[in-house]
């Protein structure tokens, strides 16, 4: 099995895990009182879910889909969960985890974006 074909599955768990979590950070941010983290941290996780699930969908068609899906979901991983630290644990995963995990992001739809020219990958046989 390729790296590229572990993406795969990958993609659409971390998709799922993103999906449930960020309904899930909605509710606690709003019955918790305190939004601030939990509630950019579902804003978050609900934005890019569908997006993995999209790269999951067209995996076959958009060449740059294992490279932005990789991106994305790491990055809102890092992201979301250094909020939910700073929420309930007082303090970051790591120095410049929420940057980081948003320079992911930010470099995942730049991988998309860039798809646009790498044409569509040939029909497999």
Do not use: C, E, Q
Request: aromatic share 8%; charged share 5%; proline share 5%.
């Amino acid at each position: 099995m390729s790296i590229g074909a572990a993406i795969r599955p990958a993609t659409l768990f971390i998709a799922g895990i993103l999906g449930g979590g960020g309904v899930a950070l909605a509710a606690a941010a709003t019955h918790g009182g305190d939004t601030h983290f939990l509630g950019a941290a579902s804003t978050m996780s609900l934005a890019h879910a569908p997006a993995l699930l999209a790269l999951y969908a067209g995996y076959d068609r958009i060449r740059t889909a294992p490279i932005a899906a990789v991106l994305l979901g790491l990055g809102t991983l890092i992201f979301a969960g250094d909020l939910i630290n700073r929420h309930f644990g007082g303090g970051s995963l790591f120095p410049m985890a929420a940057p980081t995990g948003g320079m992911g992001m930010i470099a995942g739809w730049v991988v998309i974006a860039l798809g646009a020219f790498f044409g569509t990958s040939p029909a497999k046989a």
